[in-house]
């Protein structure tokens, strides 16, 4: 650090996970910045497009996540390395570390762990999009994938929404029966992506698949889908029907058409960005089959890591 400069906060998992905000404030905040976001240079939220370093001698990718939230007066960078096969099976393919700086003058403020926070905000906003978005009604919630973020969607959408039905599928079954196991409530394990999304009202989709898993002949008529995975644009996770087929929702649509290779590959036409819908700007169309194809924005890495720095610095 430059002379006189304190040392930054160091900030590991626990610690964040102690001082994340609950849903009740989380939401509120993540919401105002999408929409904020889409207002566009008004909106005072400076993000760039996130840099991804491809480290091919590994298979992985380094990705850079710098923005500045002028409501929260809030800076920060997430560094997120991706590896889709981990030599060290302990290793996680994901991990994330948040700079949170002084916007005032560029000092360190504080260094957190940023898989909670990814984790936690990625979850957060598909509420918020299931919340808009899920047909009326909504009884049955399927979740496709048995890893972190399966586990942070169905901790939130179980808080905020009454569903009656809940089912998970993964690739390795075993994995999803050792993931319904270490839950609150029975949920059924199936056997095939078919037998989870019949009928399903809301489907989540946060696998590792580069191509697709999820086919529109299996997906209810009016159903809300949050499509998490398949992050480079190059990989998949629905077919070209279930695109085809349904009104498209993005965080943002220069990122989409830059990454997702749901959008790219399919030609799907991008109909809104959230913040578009939570500023009244587009309308929630919760009668028709729907998609949120969520990238993650720093600026939601942003705002949750502000929320837990002040969490902790009022507790100290």
Same mark, same amino acid.
């Given at each position: 650090?430059?002379?006189?400069?304190?040392?930054?906060?160091?900030?590991?998992?626990? *610690?964040?996970?102690?001082?994340?905000?609950?849903?009740?404030?989380? #939401?509120?905040?993540?919401?105002?910045?999408?929409?904020?976001?889409?207002?566009?240079?008004?909106?005072?939220?400076?993000?760039?497009?996130?840099?991804?370093?491809?480290?091919?001698?590994?298979? $992985?990718?380094?990705? /850079?996540?710098?923005?500045?939230?002028?409501?929260?007066? *809030?800076?920060?960078?997430? &560094?997120?390395?991706?590896?889709?096969?981990?030599?060290?099976?302990?290793?996680?393919?994901?991990? !994330?570390?948040? &700079?949170?700086?002084?916007?005032?003058?560029?000092?360190?403020? !504080?260094?957190?762990?940023?898989?909670?926070?990814?984790?936690?905000?990625?979850?957060?906003?598909?509420?918020?999009?299931?919340?808009?978005?899920?047909? *009326?009604?909504?009884?049955?919630?399927? #979740?496709?994938?048995? $890893?972190?973020?399966?586990? %942070?969607?169905?901790? #939130?959408?179980?808080?905020?929404?009454?569903?009656?039905? @809940?089912? /998970?599928?993964?690739?390795?079954?075993?994995?999803?029966?050792?993931?319904?196991?270490?839950?609150?409530?029975?949920?059924?394990?199936?056997?095939?992506?078919?037998?989870?999304?019949?009928?399903?009202?809301?489907?989540?989709?946060?696998?590792?698949?580069?191509?697709?898993?999820?086919?529109?002949?299996? @997906?209810?008529?009016?159903?809300?889908?949050?499509?998490?995975?398949?992050?480079?644009?190059?990989?998949?996770?629905?077919?070209?029907?279930?695109?085809?087929? %349904?009104?498209?929702?993005?965080?943002?649509?220069?990122? *989409?058409?830059?990454?997702?290779?749901?959008?790219?590959?399919?030609?799907?036409?991008?109909?809104?960005?959230?913040?578009?819908?939570?500023? $009244?700007?587009?309308?929630?169309?919760?009668?028709?089959?729907?998609?949120?194809?969520? &990238?993650?924005?720093? #600026?939601?890495?942003?705002?949750?890591?502000?929320?837990?720095?002040?969490?902790?610095?009022?507790?100290?």
């Amino acid at each position: 650090m430059s002379r006189g400069v304190p040392p930054p906060l160091l900030l590991g998992a626990e *610690a964040v996970e102690e001082h994340f905000p609950p849903a009740a404030l989380l #939401i509120p905040a993540l919401e105002a910045a999408l929409a904020n976001f889409s207002r566009g240079p008004e909106g005072g939220v400076a993000q760039p497009v996130r840099t991804v370093v491809p480290i091919q001698k590994y298979n $992985g990718f380094l990705g /850079v996540m710098p923005a500045y939230s002028e409501e929260d007066d *809030a800076l920060t960078t997430k &560094l997120v390395t991706f590896y889709e096969h981990p030599k060290d099976p302990s290793v996680p393919s994901h991990q !994330a570390t948040v &700079l949170l700086l002084d916007p005032t003058n560029g000092t360190l403020k !504080a260094v957190m762990d940023g898989s909670v926070i990814t984790e936690k905000r990625t979850a957060a906003v598909s509420a918020i999009a299931t919340k808009l978005l899920m047909p *009326a009604g909504s009884e049955v919630l399927c #979740i496709l994938g048995a $890893g972190v973020q399966a586990r %942070s969607h169905y901790e #939130i959408f179980m808080e905020l929404f009454s569903f009656k039905e @809940v089912r /998970v599928w993964n690739r390795t079954k075993e994995n999803a029966e050792k993931f319904a196991r270490s839950l609150a409530r029975p949920v059924q394990v199936c056997s095939t992506v078919q037998e989870a999304v019949a009928g399903a009202d809301v489907i989540v989709t946060v696998t590792m698949a580069t191509e697709p898993i999820l086919h529109g002949e299996w @997906v209810k008529a009016g159903a809300h889908i949050n499509a998490i995975g398949a992050s480079r644009p190059d990989w998949r996770e629905l077919d070209d029907d279930v695109m085809r087929d %349904s009104v498209l929702y993005v965080d943002s649509k220069e990122a *989409a058409l830059r990454e997702s290779g749901d959008v790219i590959l399919s030609g799907a036409k991008i109909f809104a960005e959230l913040g578009e819908v939570l500023l $009244g700007t587009k309308p929630a169309l919760c009668e028709q089959t729907t998609v949120f194809k969520s &990238l993650g924005m720093a #600026i939601e890495d942003t705002v949750a890591a502000k929320m837990v720095f002040d969490s902790w610095s009022a507790s100290s």
